[in-house]
């Protein structure tokens, strides 16, 4: 309950305050310094609004000839200054924040843990950009999507418990970094008729340990990773063939590990439908 309200209250914040901006003078010159929210600008019709991105804002291919203010730990604030944006979009980084702001620089942050909090940072841009109707258009695109996953997911007899790995060390099982309870991820896991397998934890990212996931053993284990499109083949037989350390594992066993490794499948936004079509076919 008490999750619920705090959740409430961010939404009514967060939409008050992209109706006190839109109400000002509404941005015609906007910066973003995540891949999600400048898919989510493109996706409702304001990319040409754009003049600045990240050097990982690389879709919609248009995102590409947007000129490029650096990393999002690492922008270039000069670069970002001369740009004289009306509006910085930005993910929760409060130092950052508070360093744009001194330099006379407005923000906006939006949140994009939760699919619910997705939807949120889509109706809080179509209000800013005075794009309502094509925000809502595209949350009623993904909610079809996910519905039809879930209506398709219904009326199994049991879930399958699944591991969320979204890092780990390159060539070994150290340092194994796990999705939990309140991330998109796990969210879209549950429709598909799974289950996370450390969905109790209350983190939403935290490491685990062998040990940890020997004694959780799920039935399958989806494993997020950037990998070279035009050597997925190879990567994808080397990194299943790491986990073969853990032989007792109920997925390992069964040979149910499945590599993600499309870029959007890691990007909270537009594209979360595709994630959710790639988890069903897994788990099927």
Known sequence: MKTH?????????????????????????????????????????????????????????????????????????EQIVSLRPDVIFMLPNLEMERKLQRLGLKTFTLPDETVEEIFLGFRALGRVLNRVEAAETAIAGI???????????????????????????????????????????????????????????????????KEDLVRRDPDAIIEFRMIDPARAEEEIARLKAEWEVLPTLKAVQSGKIFIFYERAFLIPGPRIGQLAMAMYGALQ
């Open 143 to 209: 909610q079809d999507t996910l519905r039809r996953v879930q209506e398709q997911s219904a009326g199994r007899d049991s879930l399958a418990s699944v591991l969320l790995l979204v890092g780990r060390e390159a060539g070994s099982l150290k340092g194994l970094f796990s999705a939990g309870q309140n991330t998109y991820l796990s969210e879209i896991l549950e429709l598909c008729g799974g289950r996370n397998v450390f969905g109790d934890v209350g983190a939403r990212y935290f490491d685990i340990s």
């Open 5 to 77: 309200c705090f959740r409430l209250s961010i939404l009514i914040l967060l939409l008050a305050q992209a109706c006190c901006l839109a109400a000002q003078n509404p941005p015609q010159r906007l910066i973003s310094l995540a891949p999600n929210i400048t898919e989510m600008i493109f996706k409702i019709g304001a990319g040409e609004l754009l003049v600045g991105r990240t050097d990982y804002c690389i879709y919609p291919e248009a995102a590409q000839q947007i000129p490029s203010v650096g990393g999002y730990l690492n922008p270039n604030y």
